[in-house]
T-cell receptor, first 114, second 113 residues
Framework: GDSVTQMEGPVTLSEEAFLTINCTYT??????LFWYVQYPGEGLQLLLK?????DKGSNKGFEATYRKETTSFHLEKGSVQVSDSAVYFC?????????????FGTGTKLQVIP | EAQVTQNPRYLITVTGKKLTVTCSQN?????MSWYRQDPGLGLRQIYY???????DKGDVPEGYKVSRKEKRNFPLILESPSPNQTSLYFC????????????FGDGTRLSIL
């Protein structure tokens, strides 16, 4: 079946450090890929997305590139801030045989310290 | 304002007492879905609906029921709740295209004693 694997957290970084959160996937078809962010006590909200190979999604200084050859969608940010502290989820969405399931990774908690 | 509304936000109940968590969206979305979030397991899809009267199982449907009689509403029903259904539940909606992101409600924290 389809699956998403994220690096385990928590990840603790100092402010202005470089961030990478790894995400790899397996899928029976050609998925769209998403990163969502969850702040404490809130629901998930879209951070960025990419819908085909080599697409780069970007938002709020975060970037991720859809790499079909390595089945990866790693999240990066050049300089994190305390306000980026949250849980980050990688997800895929796929049409297959008339159904459309969404699969999430387990989430990676990021803590940024001043 | 575009939103997904879940109720209740918090519920403590006892084993075997039927409960319903409501979900409503005001964006005319075709696709709606329920997830549960558990530590170390991320979000797991319970049920989803592609449109009115069209529902299908996700990865963890056991012990849950859903219905989609109207486009805007997608209630989650626990006919006989058990302690292993204690979790944080999220409803989400989106258009039916795979390229579109989902919009999430604020979550419902269920505790079943």
């Amino acid at each position: 079946g389809d699956s998403v694997t994220q690096m385990e957290g928590p990840v603790t970084l100092s402010e202005e450090a470089f961030l990478t959160i790894n995400c790899t996937y397996t899928a029976t078809g050609y998925p769209s890929l998403f990163w969502y962010v969850q702040y404490p006590g809130e629901g998930l909200q879209l951070l960025l997305k990419a819908t085909k190979a080599d697409d780069k999604g970007s938002n709020k200084g975060f970037e991720a590139t859809y790499r079909k050859e390595t089945t990866s969608f790693h999240l990066e940010k050049g300089s994190v801030q305390v306000s980026d502290s949250a849980v980050y989820f990688c997800a895929l969405r796929l049409n297959s045989g008339g159904y459309q399931k969404v699969t999430f990774g387990t989430g990676t908690k990021l803590q940024v310290i001043p | 304002e575009a939103q997904v509304t879940q109720n209740p936000r918090y519920l403590i109940t006892v084993t075997g007492k039927k409960l319903t968590v409501t979900c409503s969206q005001n964006m005319n979305h075709e696709y709606m879905s329920w997830y549960r979030q558990d530590p170390g397991l991320g979000l797991r899809q319970i049920y989803y609906s592609m449109n009115v009267e069209v529902t299908d199982k996700g990865d963890v449907p056991e012990g849950y029921k859903v219905s989609r009689k109207e486009k805007r509403n997608f209630p989650l029903i626990l006919e006989s709740p058990s302690p292993n259904q204690t979790s944080l539940y999220f409803c989400a909606s989106s258009s039916g295209h795979r390229n579109q992101p989902q919009h999430f409600g604020d979550g419902t924290r269920l505790s079943i004693l």
